[in-house]
């Protein structure tokens, strides 16, 4: 890779290509039909697609850049046997090595460098959408009774789509400098473009500080107000800042990578979260893109999170982000002070 680009467009440049290989490799576990489910902690789970996939991301980054600060939803899991050749990736997108690197960026070291990696946003959707592609109906009911995220409601619901969730399942990979994110990347490796013969699976969105965005076409907000919020984590005080917006419509939909992409594309105007549950890793990259074409994201106090090395994982004060200034102003001042308030105490 060339190396006469700034540090920060080489780093998304590699974190494009990776992200991309790291997609492939969720597919690929999801085509061999073990997904290795395993219980990290309450309502939290982890598969191999997460495990596989972070090593990818993290071998490949820091063989390249080894002083970085990588920090990633898994942790450190141990890959057993030798990394796979092809999971190394030391190529870079050639586009985003193109691009002009702002000024306050061009001096940046590796060490005031941190990477958030989510290896694979939307677990839940990725395992629901992986009984969906059962074509044995026999072998949906028995998947379904050893399935730790379905319940028989969504069991149901899920009969009716032919592909389930796996749209809202993405690769994160965000880059901070100064606890500020300033570059990112969210790959869809569940993406359909075009049909039949042509077909392509995945893509892959990136922004930059400064520099704009690409892999995507950015779309104004919808006419009327439209909230996406989450499908599977809500609790009273995420349905009453809901309540509170008057919306037109609620888009409840899985990871917080897809949600900022809902706003991106103009099908939502506001992603509200009025609590606790998501982490660094959940909103590095998707604030970073979001940034760079002009919106916000912030806690619902309206304040912004920091991505440092020391800083505590969880997002405790939640997640309101809007794709312009404008309509974060309005989301923020529509949330009650006591609601605000509660949040805080948290």
Partial sequence: MATAAPLVVRLLASSVSVASRAGKIVRDVMSK???????????????????????????????QYPKINIIGEEGSPEHEGEIPSDWLITEGDEEVLKLVCPGNLQGVKE??????????DGTSEYTQGALMLKRDPWERWKTYMTHPFIS????LSLQQSNYGFLEHVTVLIGISVN???????????YYKEGSGV????????WGLQGAGVGGFSLAPPPSSLIITTTRSHSNPVVEQALQVMNASQVLRVGGAGYKVLQLLEGKASVYVFASPGCKKWDTCAP???LAAAGGALT??????????????HPNKTGVLAAVNPELHKYALERIPQELKDALAKK
Wanted: proline share 6%; with cysteine; hydrophobic share 35%.
């Fill in 33 to 63: 039909g073990e997904l290795g489910i395993v219980e990290k902690g309450k309502d939290d789970y982890q598969t191999e697609a997460d495990r596989s996939a972070q090593t990818c991301i993290i071998s490949s980054l820091a063989s």
């Fill in 287 to 289: 604030e970073a893109v």
């Fill in 198 to 205: 042509g077909k392509k699976l995945g893509r892959t969105i």
């Fill in 152 to 155: 028989m409601k969504w069991y």
């Fill in 179 to 189: 606890e500020t994110p300033v570059a990112g990347v969210i790959h869809q490796p």
């Fill in 111 to 120: 060490e005031e460098v941190v990477v958030w990696v989510d290896p694979l």
């Fill in 299 to 312: 806690d619902v106090l309206g304040r912004r999170y920091k991505y440092g090395p020391a800083e505590p």
